[in-house]
């Protein structure tokens, strides 16, 4: 008989998932007949498979030490040695935390660089605080932002909120609002809503159907819905200052958007826009976000976007920022 107490961070998540990551080695399906058999029980009750944990509750299993060593193999260990902890919080509660990604920095670990991420970030943070709890769940990021965005990115401090994130985004019930200079003039509001295709080869997004897609020979099968919303908020030597909405998340959703109506990014060479003051890259900040629930979380302007916006004639006054 082996038991188990459910951590803080463990909560919220549902017990055939919780014991698929107890037991890695056994198939889901063996997993569920447990549970059916009366094998796995929470506090000494039977419970179905998507019963929701919850911190304190006593999981006992009804299986063998040796079985359950021979299927809990291959569990991953976290190593933090060396990991630098320092993030900048915007917010942070028991489930939820609201941290602040500077531009450089991957949000998780690719081929370029395995161990100075920001999750990995969080992960040192938070288990130098003694609330990395549990083996079997791992915090984890609910919006992602390439490696020269910046801004808020939201972590699922337990699995239900990770969950909840999740289910947000999915819905389209989680507001998130960049804001970025881009070139010319654009007056007002307005939707652009031209699907989108991925060239692996290149890495860049193309709107499908578009001469740069046909140049690139990509497969307008492959296309993907994506509704950009943006907001003129001031304009400026050239220069527009957008607050933009995304509906959907697609890679370089904005960066391609507005270059497929002319008004490339201040900076982003990739996508047509022209060097300016030294930037040679997009400058683009998740600034804002609105949660269902009513909270609401803003980022401070990075000082290298608030001196180009001097230099392109436009003022963070206009963000309510000084």
Do not use: C
Not at 104 to 116: A, E, F, I, W
Not at 259 to 268: A, P, T, V
């Amino acid at each position: 008989m082996i038991t188990r107490k459910i951590t803080a961070s463990e909560s919220g998540k549902r017990l055939h998932r919780y014991m698929r990551s107890l037991m890695p080695n056994i198939p889901l399906g063996q997993i569920y007949k447990m549970i059916d058999q009366g094998k796995i029980k929470v506090n000494g009750k039977r419970k179905n498979q998507n019963y929701e944990l919850a911190a304190g509750d006593e999981l006992v299993l009804y299986v063998e030490e040796s079985q359950f060593e021979e299927a809990s193999k291959g569990q991953k260990k976290t190593k933090y040695i060396g990991v630098n902890a320092n993030i900048d919080v915007i917010h942070e509660d028991e489930q939820l935390l609201v941290v602040l990604k500077p531009a450089g920095m991957l949000t998780h670990p690719d081929s370029s660089d395995q161990k100075d991420t920001l999750i990995n970030r969080v992960h040192a943070y938070l288990y130098r605080k003694g609330e990395l709890d549990s083996a079997l769940f791992m915090p984890a990021t609910a919006n992602r932002l390439d490696r020269n965005t910046s801004g808020l990115v939201l972590v699922g401090k337990t699995a239900g909120m990770l969950h909840q994130l999740n289910q947000w985004i999915q819905k389209h019930e989680l507001e998130k609002y960049y804001i970025t200079i881009a070139e010319g003039k654009l007056e007002g509001d307005g939707t652009l809503t031209g699907s989108l295709v991925r060239d692996e080869k290149s890495n860049r997004t193309v709107v499908a159907g578009s001469k740069h897609g046909r140049a690139l020979g990509v497969n307008p099968e492959k296309e993907k819905s994506a509704t950009t919303h943006y907001r003129a908020l001031q304009h400026g030597k050239g220069f527009t200052l957008l607050e933009i909405e995304l509906v959907s998340g697609r890679t370089h959703q904005i960066r391609t958007h507005l270059q497929s109506i002319g008004h490339s990014l201040l900076g982003d060479v990739k996508y047509g826009g022209k060097p300016f003051a030294g930037v040679n890259h997009q400058l683009l900040h998740a600034w804002r976000v609105k949660l269902p629930d009513g909270r609401e979380f803003r980022a401070p302007v990075p000082e290298l976007m608030r001196k180009t916006m001097e230099r392109a004639g436009l003022s963070v006054q206009q963000l309510g920022q000084e």
